[in-house]
């Protein structure tokens, strides 16, 4: 099949380009680079099966040609990406989302959303399922990201209604290769800083609640998920629903890169930040047949594997 990837050199992105060339796909990949890396893309782009097109979704689109599935990941993901850019983060969520759909069907591609776990907000409800409508502000400093996502699933479900093939997925934390260590977010954090010996940022009392999954577990989920015809029309979650308080991830990492870096305590994050974030996955172990198989010790070990490259990488290209 040809699968159009938007998004497809961030860090899930990138991933899941490679996963489907693996598997003998053709894939497009279209990103405008403002959050995602081309270098995520240097051992994709000899394949002749693959194809990068350097594209604002902002902009009208090219002539694509027709595909098969149209897979919609281009946001900033990270709330320093989000905050950047923020009305780009907006615009993309809806006007892209309307102009992906557009392509999906003119080519009567199945469509699959990458939504987010901060549809649901600061969820009142714990853990977190499909059918849960959040607690979620709309003038917050995250409303950029948390609302224009929710209006991209209004656009889905109302294309849904028109008879195009549409799914959302809810992508909860992930973590693993391919992530900027400047990312900002949780994992890129506490790693970085462990390997050149920092301190490890704690906020708040570090008893806020992640859970965290590994970017293949995620990637096989988005797979399925875009080719599971029980799935249109309707919203699920992806994610591994191990719940860790943030200070257990911190001293995880500590004691698996033999860091002796200390903790510094600074203030929680102001405005909307979750206190507690697990899935609800039994949709899709049920439609799907999907659960993550990776244990958390071992993402984390080829997490940091590929930060110690990439720090190291970086250390030998500074001037």
Request: proline letters at 6%; a negative charge.
């Amino acid at each position: 099949m040809r699968y159009l990837i938007a998004g497809g050199a961030g860090f899930i992105g990138s991933n899941l380009c490679a996963s489907l060339l693996a598997a003998g796909h053709d894939v497009l990949c279209l990103d405008n680079l403002a959050t995602g890396r081309k270098k995520n893309l240097e051992h994709l782009l000899t394949n002749g099966r693959f194809k990068f097109l350097n594209q604002d979704l902002l902009t009208p689109l090219p002539d694509l040609g027709s595909v098969d599935r149209v897979m919609h990941l281009a946001s900033p993901a990270s709330p320093p990406g989000y905050e950047r850019l923020a009305l780009e983060t907006m615009r993309v969520n809806s006007e892209g989302t309307l102009s992906l759909l557009r392509l999906a069907q003119k080519s009567e591609a199945a469509f699959l959303y990458a939504s987010t776990s901060e549809a649901y907000g600061d969820p009142l409800e714990h853990p977190q399922v499909e059918s849960y409508r959040g607690n979620v502000s709309s003038t917050g400093p995250r409303s950029m990201y948390d609302e224009s996502k929710r209006y991209g699933e209004a656009l889905c479900a109302l294309f849904t209604r028109e008879g195009i093939d549409v799914r959302i997925v809810r992508i909860f934390n992930t973590y693993g290769p391919n992530s900027d260590p400047e990312d900002g977010r949780l994992i890129p954090n506490l790693v970085t800083q462990a390997l050149l010996g920092r301190p490890l940022t704690i906020y708040g009392d570090g008893r806020q609640t992640r859970s965290l999954c590994y970017v293949a577990d995620l990637v096989e989920g988005l797979i399925a998920a875009a080719n599971c015809t029980d799935l249109r029309g309707e919203v699920v979650n992806l994610g591994n629903p191990e719940e860790h308080t943030i200070l257990e991830f911190a001293e995880m990492i500590k004691d698996l890169t033999g860091s002796s870096s200390d903790f510094v305590w600074t203030p929680a994050v102001v405005g909307d930040d979750p206190q507690r974030r697990r899935p609800d996955i039994g949709k899709a172990r049920r439609l799907l047949d999907w659960e993550p198989k990776v244990s958390l010790r071992q993402g984390l070990r080829m997490t940091i594997d590929y930060f110690e490259r990439e720090l190291a990488i970086r250390a030998w290209a500074a001037p």
